[in-house]
C-alpha cells in the first residue's frame, strides 16, 4: 500500500508539472520556435527563472548539508567539460530545435492531444538505448 502511495504521489506531480507546461506554453512548437530564432523573450524568461529557482537550491543544499530521501548527502561536485559533453549537447539541441520540444514535456504533448510527437519519444528512447550500449565507447 505504501508503494502504491508513493506512485500516486509521482503521478499527481507528474500530472501537475503537465498542466504547468500547457499553462505557461512552453510545450507551443511556436514558443520554442520564437526562442530559437531570437523572436521573443517568454521562453528565455521561463528558463532563468528555473536557472534561479535551481541557484536558489543548489545553495539551500549547501548551507544545510540536505540529503536525499534515503538519508545519502546529496552530491553537488562540479564535472568536468568533456568533447562527449559537448557532443551531447549538440544532439540534445537539434534535437530540440528540430521537434519542438525536450524530453519532459514529451509525455505533455502526447497527453495533450499531439500524437506525433509520440514519433518523437520513441526516438528519445531509442537513443538513450543506442546511448546505452554504446556508452563504453563514447568519449566522456
Given amino acids: 500500500m505504501r508503494n502504491l502511495l508513493k506512485h500516486l504521489f509521482y503521478l499527481v506531480a507528474g ?5 504547468v507546461f500547457i499553462k505557461t506554453e512552453v510545450i507551443s512548437w511556436f514558443r520554442i520556435q520564437e526562442m530559437f530564432r531570437f523572436e521573443s523573450f517568454h521562453m528565455y524568461g ?6 534561479i529557482v535551481g541557484a ?3 545553495q539551500l543544499i549547501r548551507r544545510f548539508a540536505l540529503s536525499d530521501r534515503t538519508g545519502a548527502p546529496i552530491d553537488l561536485t562540479g564535472k568536468t567539460l568533456s568533447k562527449g559533453t559537448v557532443i551531447g549537447s549538440l544532439c540534445f539541441g537539434f534535437g530540440w530545435a528540430l521537434t519542438g520540444a525536450c524530453p519532459g514535456p514529451l509525455y505533455t504533448l502526447i497527453g495533450g492531444g499531439v500524437p506525433i510527437m509520440a514519433v518523437a519519444f520513441l526516438s528519445a528512447m531509442l537513443g538513450a538505448y543506442i546511448y546505452g550500449l554504446l556508452q563504453s565507447r563514447l568519449p566522456h
Avoid at 46 to 51: G, H, N, P
Fill in 46 to 51: 521561463v528558463i532563468l527563472s528555473a536557472v
Fill in 56 to 58: 536558489i537550491s543548489v
Fill in 15 to 19: 500530472i501537475y508539472l503537465g498542466v
